[in-house]
């Protein structure tokens, strides 16, 4: 089992910048995928950023140039840097593992983009 904790959600200005944080707990040397997807209201749940256990990463193409996902390995904890925002990344952000037997989802973060 793993456990997830994410914080850093929020009401930003267009342009503004927030890092979402996401902690991860239990049986964490299993751990193999570590990624953020958000869900605007009326959408499918899409990924954002992913980073393998390879340490290869990709964005989807929305976001490239202006979101970077990286980790912290000693605290367990995958971060999703956020600049440039635009009122359209708007969303629900979830983190997500992948294990060598299961997924675990966060509970998820607000973040609203809006002047």
């Known amino acids: 089992q793993v456990q997830l904790v994410e914080s850093g959600g929020g009401l930003v200005q267009p342009g503004g910048s927030l890092r979402l944080s996401c902690a991860a707990s239990?049986?964490?040397?299993?751990?193999?995928?570590m990624s953020w997807y958000r869900q605007a209201p009326g959408k499918e749940r899409e990924l954002v950023a992913a980073f393998n256990s390879g340490g290869s990463t990709n964005y989807a193409d929305s976001v490239k140039g202006r979101f970077t996902i990286f980790r912290d390995n000693a605290k367990n904890t995958v971060y999703l840097q956020m600049n440039s925002l635009k009122p359209e990344d708007t969303a629900v952000y979830y983190c997500?593992?992948?294990?060598?037997?299961?997924?675990?989802w966060g509970q998820g973060t607000q973040v609203t983009v809006s002047s």
């Open positions: 997500k593992v992948v294990t060598l037997t299961a997924g675990y």
């Open positions: 239990g049986s964490i040397f299993s751990i193999t995928v």
